[in-house]
């Protein structure tokens, strides 16, 4: 499986646009406040799909992507963790990011969404897998872990791909619209973790 590979983060300046091409016209890049209009348009044609899945979704403004993306650049500066746009022919169709670093214990989280449109052709996987490849080889991470609602297959078949373990069930962990869901819980360790050439245990 070719990965995608992703630019440094570390050290980045404010209102740069920094990317990675990971062939085929896709790339993971950091947002700039400039992107708010673009990434709200593509939350809104894909509103009602994403709100089956996400808290956020259902309710997002224009004035919520401005106000997210000025957090995701806090979070760059204050060391803990990056989100990223999943671009292709750089239009942006998704994002991928850690939500937040545990440095003390060694360990993060990941969270993701793509547009319908972009489903089916291993875009998220290529993504998550790349953050995954960060967190254990740069920043030598023991932990990496995603959870998704237990009915949303197509997020659960990220982690299961790429091997994740699942390692239990939260009850009603989250509240969707008028609704709790129960999370599947995945986590990967380093000494589990392979690279795409090497079989993974």
């Keep these: 499986m070719e990965t995608m590979r992703l630019i440094q983060p570390s050290g980045l300046q404010r209102n740069t646009h920094p ?96 547009s319908e449109s972009a489903q089916g052709n291993g875009v998220m996987t290529h993504a998550v897998q790349s953050l995954t490849d960060h967190a254990f080889e740069t920043w030598r991470l023991n932990r990496m872990e995603i959870r998704a609602d237990v009915e949303n297959t197509r997020s659960r078949s990220i982690p299961e791909r790429l091997e994740f373990r699942q390692e239990g069930v939260l009850r009603e962990a989250e509240l969707v619209g008028d609704r709790y869901v129960d999370q599947a819980v995945y986590a990967m360790l380093a000494r589990e973790w392979r690279t795409p050439a090497q079989p993974r245990v």
Excluded: C
């Excluded at 994002?95 to 545990?102: A, E, K, R, T």
């Design 19 to 114: 990317s990675a091409d990971v062939g085929l016209g896709q790339e993971l890049r950091l947002l700039n406040e400039s992107d708010a209009e673009e990434l709200y348009a593509v939350i809104d044609a894909n509103r009602n799909y994403l709100a089956r899945w996400l808290p956020w979704a259902a309710n997002q403004t224009l004035e919520d992507t401005l106000a997210f993306i000025q957090r995701t650049r806090e979070q760059l500066t204050n060391n803990d963790g990056f989100q990223t746009a999943i671009t292709d022919d750089g239009k942006i169709v998704g994002m991928v990011g850690f939500v937040g670093v545990s440095w003390q214990h060694r360990s993060t989280m990941i969270g993701y969404w793509l």
